[in-house]
């Protein structure tokens, strides 16, 4: 088997590499970029060659999905000055789970009432809220490509801070606060709002529990998504297995790991 090199992180890989090239681009969204460095396979099968399916519409993106989507419902209501109950947001939640939801699946109902308590947690979180929402899709200078970003959640309290979040569904973990995401957004963040204090948190829904996550070395963080760009631009494909992660990944049996 055929060793290679990448020109982006100089690390050599066992397993062969795609041999295509990818179509020089001014502006990548934030996702590309971490479906590369979680693996640039799968990056060029899922974002260059458009594989979908599989993992899509297994139960837990889909449950993800349904969650994501009540929040970013309930937070275009009160944006438009409506009033939100619960019982409103977990109608909503309902709506959308009989489209998209895991109704088949063996553990419907404990995703369904996990769903239902994070739809909880984020009510409770927004009616202790006393500011607007300002959520919208950034478009951050990396090198001399553009990276965009929606953040999940901007909220401009009555201080005029901006607490913009980045929503997780899963446990609190020591290494969320080292993903490069989070520098990506202090940089949009600043940009956006110069002069102004700006919070960079994580909501976790499982607990209804913000926690800030404070600047670590964001130069080295942003690199990590110009060697993305440089590695996808060079046609550096080459599978990065991981034991945790290959068997739910829809490249499975095509990518040669
Ligand atoms: S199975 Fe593993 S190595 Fe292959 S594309 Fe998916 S994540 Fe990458």
């Known amino acids: 088997m055929k060793a290679t090199t990448s020109s982006g992180s100089g ?8 041999p295509r090239l990818a179509a020089r681009r001014t502006t990548y ?15 060029f099968y899922q974002i260059e060659e ?12 889909r449950f993800h999905r349904c969650v994501y989507t009540t929040i ?7 944006q438009s000055g409506q009033t939100v109950t619960t019982a409103a947001a977990l109608e909503h939640l309902a709506e959308v789970w009989s489209q998209d939801g895991p109704l088949e699946h063996a553990f419907e109902s404990y995703y369904r009432a996990t769903a239902e308590g994070m739809v909880n947690a984020m009510m409770t979180a927004v009616y202790a809220e006393n500011g607007r929402y300002a959520r919208e899709e950034w478009s951050v200078p990396v090198g001399e490509r553009r990276v965009t970003i929606t953040p999940d959640r901007v909220v401009v309290t009555a201080d005029g801070t901006v607490h913009v979040q980045r929503v997780r569904t899963g446990r609190k973990t020591k290494s969320e606060a080292e993903k490069p995401i989070y520098a990506l957004l202090r940089q949009g963040a600043a940009a956006k709002y110069p002069g102004v204090q700006v919070n960079v948190e994580t909501f976790y829904l499982a607990t209804g529990e913000p926690v800030e996550v404070s600047e670590k070395n964001d130069a080295k963080l942003i690199e990590q998504y110009a060697v993305a ?6 046609g ?3 599978p990065k297995t991981d034991a945790r992660i290959c068997p739910n990944c829809q490249c ?6």
């Open 11 to 18: 690390a050599s890989y066992a397993l062969p590499v795609v």
């Open 29 to 43: 969204t934030e996702l590309e970029l971490s479906v590369y460095m979680g693996c640039p396979a799968r990056y």
């Open 50 to 61: 458009g594989l979908r399916g599989g993992r899509d519409n297994a139960a837990y993106p």
């Open 72 to 78: 970013g419902w309930i937070e275009l209501q009160r």
């Open 229 to 234: 760009i440089r590695g996808i631009e060079a």
């Open 236 to 238: 550096a494909f080459h």
């Open 252 to 257: 499975y049996f095509i990518c040669g790991a």
